[in-house]
C-alpha cells in the first residue's frame, strides 16, 4: 500500500471532515491513473513529516475498477474482534473481520493520541460495545475501539509523553497495524538497550562486561518507598551491598570494591573519600542509571569496583509540559513525631532549535522511628540515618541543535541536605559491656549541622561527523562541601584528644575529550579515543569543642573553642589519555581491547596534624598504565557469551595518610603509588520476548588493598575477591511480571603479605544478597508490586575491624498506584511486615551509640501529575 501524507496546516485550512473523507472514497475508486498520479503530485508539495496524518488505500491492480470492486470496496465490514498482541517495539493490534473485506484506516496524531478512523465498518464484539486496553505496552497508556455514527469505527491509542505511530502490516483479511509509541515508524524488530557508560553509545549484548540499566520508571516506582538513591541501588543492582539506610555510603561496596559515581559523566568523587558520593542529586531529576558492574580504567580513577553513571533528565518531546509531585511520608510505628512531605515542580520543552528543562524540589523529613516506634538517632558515623532534614534540589538544562548534526548543552543542578534536628545519641548505652541498640536523647545544641551541598556546571558539545565518526566533549565545574556529625575522640591520642566535627571542601574543574572513529566500514573496526584532566582542592578542616560543657550537658552541648586542620589543603592535577578498539570480526563475534595511561601530582603545604605533629609538605607524582580485553559470541539471536579482562585503579588516599602522620614524617616520604586491579569475568545474557537473564561470574586481585584496619587506618596488602552475580525478568502473561536477583561475593586479604589469605570484613565483603519482585495490572490503570530482599549471614574467620558476625534478616515493601486524572497516586509501604532488625553496617559497629536499628514500616502518598 502507498501513503498519502496530508499538511495537518492544509487540512484544517481546506478541508472539512466530510470532503476529506469523499475524496478519499473517490480516490479509491476512480478508474483513471492520471487522476490518481494528478493528487499525488498536487499534495507532495505540502507533504511533511512531522504533524502529519496518513491515509492508506487499496493500490488498484488495472486501470479501471470492475463495478464488482466498487460494490465491495463500498460494503459494510463487521469487525468481530480486536486483538493485541507484544511485539518487540511496541505491540501489534488485529481488528477481526468476518467477511474478508479490506478495512481501510485513516490516520491522525491529536496530542499525545493517536486516531485511527476506519470507514465503511461497523464494531460487532460478542461480550461489549466498546472495547479497552490500559497499559498495553510501555509508552501506551491506553486503546480504545468505539463505533461512530454513519458505519465508522474509530480506534484512539493514546502515549504516554506523545502521540504513538502506526504502520499498516499487508493482510489478506484482517486490519493488522504495528504501533509504536517511539517516535519512530516501526521497521524492524530490534529491543536493544543502548548504554553510554561504555563512553561510547553502544548496544549493552555487545559489552563484554556486566551492565545493570535502571530506566526512569523504576527510578520513579523506588523513589515512592525511600528517596534515598543508594538504598536504592542497592535493592536492584547485583553486586552492590544492601541498604544502608544511612546517608553514608561506607560499607555498600561493588563487587568489594570502591565505585566511581559520575552525574553526564562528571566524577561526583574528591581526594578524600568520604562515602557520600550518592548524596549529590535528587533522584527525582535522573532520567537512567547505567552501572558497569567491575574495575575500569575508562574514567580514570576511583572505578575499582566499577562506575555508576547517573544521566539526567532531559526536556523530553513536548513542546511544553508541566509536571508535578505532592506527598506526605512518614513512619507507622510513630506517625505524629514522623510527618514529611515532598514537592516537586518542573516544566521542560522543545521549540525549533532549543529545549529546556526547569525544575525544583523539596523534600522534607522528621523523625525516623524503628519496629517498636523508638526514635533512631543520628551517630557520629551517620549509620542512623539523615532523620529531621530539608532537601533542596533544582535543575536547569538548556540545549541548542545548532545543526543537524551538532549540539551544545548547557546544565546546572544544585542539591543541599541539611540535617536540624534536637535529638542525637545516648553516649550512655556505651557503659555497657553487652551489645546494645543506640538510643535517641533529646536536648542537641549544634551550630552547624550534618549537611550536604554539591553545585555542577556541564557545558557539552556534541558533532556527529568528525573523521566520519561522533565527537563528545565536555567542561564541567564542582563546588561541593559537606559536614559531619561531632566526634568524641578523647581517646585517641593520633586525634589531638579532643572533640571535633569535621568538614570537607572540595572544588573541581575539569574537562573529557572523546571521539568514536570508525576505521573500517560496516563497523568491522573502530576506535573510541580522548584525553581526561581534572584540577581539584579540597581540604578538611574541624572545629574544636569545648570538653567540660560536653559532657556536663551528657553529650548535649557543643560550644565551639577554635578551629584546627585535619587534612591540609590537596592541590591535585590528573591528566589521562585513552584509546579503545572494537572489532566485529563476524555478524556474531565482537573484539574489545583499549589502554589506559594516567598521570597525577598533588601538591600539600606545610600543617601540623591534629595530635600536634608538624609535617613537611611538599610534591608527589606518579602514574598508572592499565589495559583491558574482552569478547562477546552470539550462539543466538537471543544468547551471547562474554568473557573479559579489564584493570582499574585508585589512587591513594593522601589526605587520610597525611591526618594521622607521626612526627617526622615528611609528604616526600609518603607512598603513592596507586592501587591497581586485575579482574577476570565470564557471563551469559539471555533476551527473548518473555524471558530476560544474566549470570557472571568474576575473580578480582590487587598488590595494594584499601581495607580499613581502624576508622582512618587503611592497611595497603594483597587482596583477592570472588563472586557469582545473576538477574532474571519474566513475563509470565499479561499484566504479570516477576524477577529478582542474587549476590555471592567473598574475599580475602594477606596481612603480612606471607601468601597466607585472611577473610575480609564485611564492610568490604556483603553477606549473601537475594532480592525478588512480583508486577501485576490488577485492572486497567492500577498496578502493585511486592519486593523483598534478603541478607544473610556472615562469620568471617579472626578478630577486628568489621570481622564480627553478621546476622540475616528479611525485608518486604509494597509499592500500589492508580492513574487518576493528569496523573496518578502512588502509595509505597517500605518493611510492610514491620521486621525489627539492624543493617550490615550497623551489626559492625563496635560501640553500641552507633548500633542503630533499621526503620520500621514506613509510607509514602503522593500525586504525580503532568498537563
Known amino acids: 500500500m502507498n501513503n498519502w501524507c496530508f499538511s495537518k496546516g492544509l487540512l484544517l485550512k481546506k478541508l472539512e471532515n466530510a470532503i476529506v473523507l469523499s475524496i478519499y472514497v473517490v480516490g479509491v475508486m476512480v478508474a483513471s491513473p492520471g487522476w490518481t498520479q494528478e493528487v499525488e503530485n498536487n499534495y507532495k508539495k505540502q507533504e511533511r513529516i512531522d504533524n502529519s496524518f496518513h491515509f492508506e488505500r487499496i493500490k488498484p491492480a488495472t486501470a479501471t475498477l470492475k463495478q464488482e470492486e466498487i460494490k465491495t470496496a463500498q460494503a459494510i465490514t463487521q469487525v468481530t474482534g480486536v486483538q493485541i498482541n507484544p511485539a518487540v517495539d511496541g505491540l501489534e493490534v488485529i481488528l477481526e473481520t468476518a467477511t474478508g473485506n479490506q478495512l481501510v484506516p485513516l490516520i491522525l496524531p491529536e496530542g499525545k493520541s493517536l486516531v485511527i478512523d476506519i470507514l465503511d465498518a461497523t464494531l460487532v464484539l460478542p461480550d461489549e460495545e466498546v472495547f479497552r486496553a490500559a497499559n498495553p505496552a510501555e509508552g501506551i497508556t491506553e486503546i480504545t ?13 493514546t502515549g504516554e509523553t506523545q502521540a504513538p505511530n502506526a504502520e499498516v502490516i499487508p493482510s489478506e483479511q484482517n486490519l493488522v497495524l504495528s504501533i509504536s509509541s517511539d517516535g519512530k515508524i516501526v521497521t524492524e524488530a530490534d529491543e536493544s538497550i543502548i548504554v553510554t557508560v561504555t563512553r561510547s553509545a553502544e548496544r549493552e549484548q555487545d559489552v563484554p562486561r556486566s551492565i545493570t540499566v535502571i530506566e526512569r520508571e523504576d527510578i520513579e516506582n523506588q523513589t515512592g518507598l525511600n528517596n534515598n538513591l543508594q538504598n536504592i541501588l542497592g535493592k536492584l543492582v547485583p553486586g552492590l551491598g544492601a541498604p544502608t539506610q544511612s546517608i553514608s555510603s561506607f560499607g555498600q561496596s561493588l563487587r568489594g570494591r570502591n565505585v566511581s559515581v559520575l552525574i553526564d559523566g562528571v566524577p561526583q568523587s574528591t581526594s578524600r573519600n568520604v562515602f557520600r558520593d550518592f548524596q549529590t542529586i535528587d533522584p527525582a531529576e535522573i532520567e537512567r542509571i547505567e552501572v558497569l558492574r567491575g574495575p575500569t580504567a575508562l574514567y580514570g580513577d576511583g572505578a575499582t569496583g566499577g562506575v555508576i553513571n547517573i544521566i539526567t533528565r532531559g526536556a523530553g518531546e513536548e513542546k511544553f509540559i508541566t509536571q508535578g509531585e505532592i506527598g506526605i511520608n512518614g513512619s507507622l510505628t510513630n506517625l505524629s513525631d514522623s510527618f514529611g512531605e515532598n514537592l516537586k515542580w518542573s516544566i521542560a520543552g522543545n521549540e525549533d532549535i532549543v529545549d529546556y528543562r526547569v525544575s525544583f524540589g523539596y523534600r522534607g523529613t ?44 548547557l546544565t546546572f543542578n544544585y542539591f543541599d ?45 556534541s558533532h556527529e561527523n568528525i573523521l566520519g565518526g561522533s565527537l563528545n566533549t565536555q567542561i564541567y565545574y564542582r563546588d561541593y562541601f559537606t559536614s559531619f556529625f561531632p566526634f568524641d575522640a578523647r581517646e585517641f591520642d593520633s586525634l589531638g584528644n579532643t572533640i571535633f566535627q569535621s568538614r570537607v571542601e572540595s572544588e573541581k574543574w575539569g574537562g573529557r575529550v572523546n571521539l568514536d572513529t570508525p576505521i573500517l566500514p560496516e563497523d568491522r573496526l573502530s576506535i573510541v579515543w580522548g584525553v581526561d584532566y581534572f584540577n581539584e582542592n579540597t581540604e578538611q578542616p574541624v572545629n574544636i569543642f569545648d570538653p567540660d560543657e560536653f559532657d556536663a550537658s551528657n553529650g548535649l552541648v557543643f560550644e565551639a573553642i577554635g578551629d584546627r586542620t585535619w587534612t591540609p589543603p590537596l592541590d591535585l592535577n590528573s591528566f589521562g589519555v585513552f584509546a579503545q578498539l572494537e572489532s566485529n570480526i563476524s555478524d556474531r563475534f565482537i573484539v574489545r581491547g583499549g589502554l589506559r595511561y594516567e598521570n597525577a601530582g598533588v601538591d600539600v603545604e606545610d600543617f601540623t596534624t591534629l595530635a600536634g ?41 593522601i589526605g587520610l595518610a597525611l591526618r594521622n602522620a607521626d612526627a617526622g614524617f615528611t609528604v616526600e616520604t609518603l607512598d603513592p603509588e596507586p592501587q591497581k586491579v586485575d579482574s577476570y569475568e565470564i557471563g551469559v545474557k539471555g533476551n527473548w520476548n ?45 499484566n504479570w511480571l516477576l524477577g529478582g536477583t542474587i549476590t555471592w561475593i567473598e574475599g580475602e586479604i594477606d596481612t603480612d603479605d606471607d601468601g597466607d589469605f585472611e577473610d575480609l570484613d564485611s564492610f568490604r565483603i556483603p553477606p549473601l544478597k537475594i532480592t525478588a519482585y512480583l508486577e501485576n495490572e490488577t485492572l486497567p490503570g492500577w498496578q502493585n508490586r511486592i519486593q523483598a530482599l534478603f541478607s544473610g549471614t556472615r562469620d568471617p574467620e579472626g578478630d577486628g575491624f568489621g570481622l564480627q558476625e553478621v546476622d540475616s534478616y528479611f525485608v518486604f515493601d509494597l509499592l500500589s498506584s492508580v492513574d487518576v486524572g493528569a496523573g496518578k497516586v502512588q502509595l509505597g509501604v517500605e518493611n510492610i511486615f514491620n521486621n525489627d532488625y539492624l543493617p550490615v553496617v550497623s551489626q559492625l559497629q563496635t560501640t553500641n551509640s552507633s548500633r542503630s536499628a533499621a526503620r520500621g514500616t514506613t509510607f509514602s502518598l503522593r500525586y504525580l501529575f503532568e498537563f
Not at 145 to 157: A, F, H, K, Y
Not at 393 to 408: P, T
Not at 703 to 732: H, M, N, W
Request: charged share 20%; no cysteine.
Open 417 to 461: 541536605d541539611r540535617q536540624d534536628t534536637d535529638f542525637t545519641t545516648d553516649p550512655r548505652v556505651n557503659l555497657s559491656e553487652e551489645p546494645e541498640q543506640a538510643r535517641a536523647i533529646e536536648g542537641l545544641d549544634l551550630d552547624n549541622p550534618q549537611e550536604s551541598e554539591n553545585t555542577l556546571v556541564n557545558l557539552q558539545y
Open 145 to 157: 475501539v468505539e463505533p461512530l455514527q454513519g458505519n465508522s469505527i474509530r480506534m484512539t491509542v
Open 690 to 734: 518473555n524471558l530476560q537473564l544474566s549470570l557472571s561470574g568474576f575473580y578480582n586481585e590487587s598488590e595494594l588493598g584499601t581495607s580499613f584496619t581502624a576508622p582512618g587506618t587503611v592497611l595497603r596488602a594483597p587482596e583477592q575477591i570472588y563472586g557469582l552475580e545473576a538477574s532474571i525478568d519474566i513475563q509470565p502473561a499479561e
Open 366 to 409: 522528621d523523625g525516623f522511628f524503628d519496629a517498636d516506634g523508638d526514635r533512631i538517632p543520628s551517630d557520629p558515623n551517620a549509620q542512623g540515618g539523615f532523620a529531621d532534614t530539608r532537601t533542596l534540589n533544582a535543575l536547569g538544562k538548556i540545549g541548542i541543535d545548532i545543526s543537524e548534526q551538532q549540539r551544545l548543552q
Open 613 to 653: 605533629n608538624n609535617i613537611e609538605g611538599g610534591e608527589l607524582d606518579f602514574d598508572a598504565t592499565l589495559f583491558n580485553l574482552g569478547a562477546v559470541y552470539s550462539a543466538t539471536d537471543n544468547l551471547s557469551l562474554f568473557a573479559n579482562f579489564a584493570q582499574g585503579f585508585s589512587l591513594s588516599d
